[in-house]
């Protein structure tokens, strides 16, 4: 009976043993592919990603020992069962092998029965990790999606402790809200209106991530998002050039969706605010979310709130730091809510012609 399809590497520098070795795994439905030196093993190995290996111990070059440290020590390849072959009674060569990270053993001479059941053990014990793997894969790919870029880029560098905790940092914030959402929410079904928000909110997030903008606090009607970077010029380019985006793309998405158009208003500042982490205990458990917070912030919120429908509205800092780029225009200053002086508002119109 056929055996289910595999790729195995046989490693051993006598032609022999390796002949006698395709000779039992080629009828079973085993593909054999064959290296006579630990060097050739781990070029066959970068080249045809076997299923498993059968290691020999003695060969010139590399032994077997070396070969599988080797492997083992590579996250790309540290999964491949190993299976060292070793001489009758040779101990030593099993605590070497144990010590390198091999899978398995068996003893020359090798008998057909236990060659068979050691690569089948060792053939599920490796699907059932993968399957583990891929499913482990899929939800943190599925969960990367609700993690902010900055946050991911903290982990990466250093995944044991990533430093979280709330620092002072120079960014650009931007809030996002749709215009007239509580007479839209009346007029129209909940899924009607659920839809309409996710398909703009999902070409808004692929906006955001193609200028490296993190949406840190949603709502249903808005977003707020943060833009970082070591030029404080730059970062407050990216977030007036993706804002400009996002209103252009509202202006495209409503042409296909002329039923039922939807326009947005935006706020947008820049400056020091406190970045990292903030926990809320609930009767439920904790909740951790990733924010800007501070003044800086809150006149972003207050920009937003006091645009229209289809207008960018941005602070002073902003407005210094960009130059000449955009054309502005000068709405005066204005007293908003919760911030003690009046604040010279601007609206941006798009790019300057030097631009």
């Known amino acids: 009976m056929e055996e289910p399809q595999a790729k195995i590497l046989v490693v051993d520098d006598e032609a022999k043993n390796v002949k006698l070795l395709a000779a039992l795994l080629i009828p079973r439905g085993y593909t054999v592919v064959t290296a006579a030196n630990g060097e050739e093993a781990l070029r066959q190995v970068q080249q045809e990603h076997p299923d498993l290996i059968l290691l020999d111990v003695m060969m010139p070059i590399l032994d077997g020992f070396e070969v599988c440290k080797r492997l083992k020590e590579n996250d790309e390849t540290r999964l491949i069962p190993v299976v060292i072959m070793t001489a009758l009674g040779q101990v030593e060569d099993r605590i070497k092998g144990i010590e390198a990270g091999a899978d398995d053993f068996l003893t020359k001479p090798i008998h057909r029965d236990e060659l068979m059941a050691r690569i089948r053990t060792s053939l599920r014990l490796k699907q059932t990790i993968e399957r583990k793997v891929s499913v482990l894969q899929g939800v943190q790919e599925h969960l990367a999606k609700f993690v902010p870029q900055s ?43 659920n839809t309409l928000v996710e398909q703009y909110f999902s070409t808004f997030l692929d906006r955001l991530h193609e200028a490296d903008g993190d949406i840190n606090e949603t709502a249903g009607d808005g977003f707020m998002a943060i833009f970082q970077d070591m030029d404080q010029h730059l970062h407050a380019i990216k977030a007036i050039d993706t804002a400009l985006a996002l209103l252009t793309a509202t202006e495209t998405l409503n042409q296909e969706n002329s039923k039922h158009p939807l326009a947005i208003h935006i706020g947008l500042n820049s400056g020091p605010a406190f970045i990292g982490t903030t926990r809320f205990e609930g009767v439920r458990g904790t909740r951790w979310t990733f924010t800007a917070s501070g003044p800086v912030t809150n006149l972003a919120a207050r920009l937003a709130g006091v645009a229209e429908a289809d207008q960018l509205l941005i602070g002073p800092e902003t407005v210094r730091r960009v130059g000449d780029r955009y054309r502005l225009e000068n709405l005066g200053r204005k007293h908003l809510k919760n911030i003690a002086d009046a604040i010279e508002i601007h609206r941006v119109l798009g790019l300057s012609s030097s631009a």
């Open 151 to 193: 946050v991911k880029r903290l982990i990466e560098e250093n995944p044991a402790a990533p430093e979280l905790e709330k620092r002072e940092q120079d960014v650009s914030v931007l809030f996002l809200d749709i215009s007239g959402y509580t007479r839209l929410s009346e007029q129209l079904p909940p899924e009607v209106l």
